[in-house]
């Protein structure tokens, strides 16, 4: 039976650990998930009630109906940024359903709340409308969301590791949240048009329908990255960085509440304020933002091939897996190997193997630059041994899809051919020399 190689560590990160101690009864697991839960279906109760009061049964489902065609597709967006190191299915449900139902009911209550205090206190309901729109929506809603950012942050720190983590969390939040908002908007609308007649194209729902769910489905995600970012810079912070690891989510917040602002003034803009800020502003900002998070999914996959070798070196790895595993094709293709070849189990095999060996490399490049934390070796450890259990699966694929994808080589080189060289041996041909005769002169 193979032996496994020796752990590789870094030697400015701390081996010892100090003995742990048993956690109070509400620092347990079971008790934490149970506070979460219960407190995520209250929230999800409360805001149907809420919802369905202001739309009515039919309008609720309408809005349902309605609100729920982008989702899957933002998904689907969001989890695709998150190929190169997949975080857990757990935190992305956690992430929607907050934003969806806790962060929905705070922003109810507390828009309502404010619109109504404002206009009590200056006896003026249009300024009072317009004043929350722009000013008290944007606060309350990206705080509420951003809540589910840093709880993430705090309580799930080893799935947090870089700016693309922060933009998915906060992508599929703001998701959540856009999702029950577009329920309450369309579901309105609906019963506007079942009192005042409209219907077809001229109808409220279908000005709605498109200007929410067509136009800017974007939108609630695009403020909300702004956060993600800021926490995701903030992971990347050394652990003495404390500075930076606060200012930047509160910076990225404050952007998130300025853009969400001038979103919804956008109406008091004139007749073509809104298209104007959509194609001026919107649309400018959203093709910026893209174009960082794809490349920093590029650098992330450099990262992946500059950090492996150092276990090919010791004997963890095989030589062609680290350019497989820098490449997306690379790594499709080693899945659907596994797949086709050993079936589904295999792929599954592969696709973990893809993922600990990137978190492997992740970490080994913050312990390069000082930023591990304590645990460094522990989760090195980890995710070594997690690799190791399933080499016979993964190897093969991966070296099937690093041939595959490797570049050609030439058939004429672009130097000057030198001569050859003779043919190697290994000892010069023995010769046989004559007896000696010491009397021969």
């Known amino acids: 039976m193979a032996t496994s190689p020796p752990y590789l560590t870094h030697p400015s990160v701390p081996t010892g650990g100090a003995l742990r101690r048993h956690p109070h009864w509400w620092q347990r697991t079971w008790v934490r998930y149970g506070a979460l839960i219960t407190l995520l279906a209250i929230s999800g109760l409360v805001i149907l009630a809420l919802v369905r009061e202001q739309t009515g049964t039919e309008g609720f489902l309408v809005g349902l109906g309605l609100a729920v065609l982008p989702v899957p597709l933002l998904i689907a ?3 695709w940024l998150d190929r190169v190191e997949p975080g857990p299915w757990r935190n992305l449900v956690f992430s929607f359903a907050w934003g969806a139902c806790a962060a929905a009911l705070i922003a109810i209550v507390a828009n309502s709340f404010a619109t109504r205090w404002i206009a009590t206190a200056t006896a003026d309901p249009a300024s009072a409308d317009t004043l929350g729109a722009t000013v008290i929506a944007p606060v309350v809603e990206e705080s509420a969301k951003a809540a589910a950012i840093l709880l993430l942050f705090l309580f799930r720190r080893r799935d947090f590791t870089g700016i693309v983590d922060g ?39 279908a000005a709605t329908f498109f200007v929410r769910v067509i136009m800017s489905p974007f939108a609630h995600p695009l403020f909300t990255v ?16 404390y500075l930076r690891r606060v200012l930047m989510p509160l910076a990225g917040l404050l952007l998130a509440m300025g853009m969400h602002a001038f979103w919804n003034g956008s109406a008091t803009f004139g007749n073509f304020g809104f298209f104007a800020v959509y194609g001026g502003f919107m649309v400018p900002a959203f093709g910026l933002l893209t174009w960082l998070v794809i490349w920093t999914r590029q650098r992330e996959l450099r990262t992946v091939r500059e950090e492996l070798p ?132």
């Open 310 to 441: 150092a276990y090919v070196a010791a004997g963890w790895l095989a030589p062609a897996i680290p350019f497989a595993l820098g490449s997306m094709r690379a790594r499709r293709l080693a899945r659907e190997y596994a797949g086709h070849h050993l079936g589904k189990p295999a792929a599954r095999a592969v696709a973990q193997y893809e993922a600990y060996a990137t978190s492997l490399a992740f970490l080994r490049h913050r312990g390069r630059r000082g930023r591990a934390g304590a645990d460094f070796v522990v989760r090195e450890g980890e995710l070594l041994r997690a690799l190791w259990s399933r080499r016979e699966v993964a190897r093969p694929a991966l070296e099937y899809a690093a041939r595959v994808t490797a570049p050609p080589v030439p058939a004429v080189p672009p130097w000057p051919m030198a001569a050859p060289y003779p043919a190697y041996q290994p000892y010069p041909p023995y010769q046989r020399h004559p007896a000696y005769n010491p009397y021969q002169s």
């Open 226 to 241: 702004l956060t993600g970012i800021g926490f995701g810079i903030a992971a990347l912070a050394g652990q003495r960085q």
């Open 167 to 205: 933009v998915v969390i906060a992508g599929v939040t703001a998701t959540g949240f856009a999702f029950t908002e577009n329920i309450l908007y369309l579901g309105t609308a609906f019963g506007t048009d079942q009192l005042t007649g409209g219907s077809g194209i001229a109808s409220v729902t």
């Open 77 to 79: 967006a969001f989890r």
